[in-house]
């Protein structure tokens, strides 16, 4: 049996869509009620969108140069700020 080769296809940063995937249509039930903490965008976010591209759940979003996130449907893993080479997120507690 032959692998499956998936067709290679070029496309350009400009092309990836920037919304998040409840824009897109395709989170309906909001799962933020267990979040214990939250991923903050401080002021140096260069909106390079490796966030973007590394979130599982699709919440953040790239407007205006800045990254935003979605807190509807954020489920608070980390990997945003672990992946964010220049420190712009920092995960804060969800209750002070
Ligand atoms: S990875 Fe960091 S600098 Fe890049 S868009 Fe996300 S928060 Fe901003
Ligand atoms: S904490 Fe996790 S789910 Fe929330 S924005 Fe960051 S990568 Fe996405």
Known sequence: MRPYIR?????????????????AGYLTTVNSGW???RPVIKEKCVGCEQCYL??????ISVK??????DYD??????ICAKI???GAIEMEAERK
């Open 7 to 23: 067709e290679k296809k070029d496309f350009s940063f400009s092309e990836v869509p920037e919304n998040t995937s409840f824009e």
């Open 35 to 37: 979040r214990s903490i």
């Open 73 to 78: 449907f954020c489920k608070g893993c980390g």
């Open 54 to 59: 590394y979130c599982p759940d699709g919440v």
């Open 84 to 86: 964010c080479k220049i």
């Open 64 to 69: 205006d140069g800045k990254a935003a996130i």
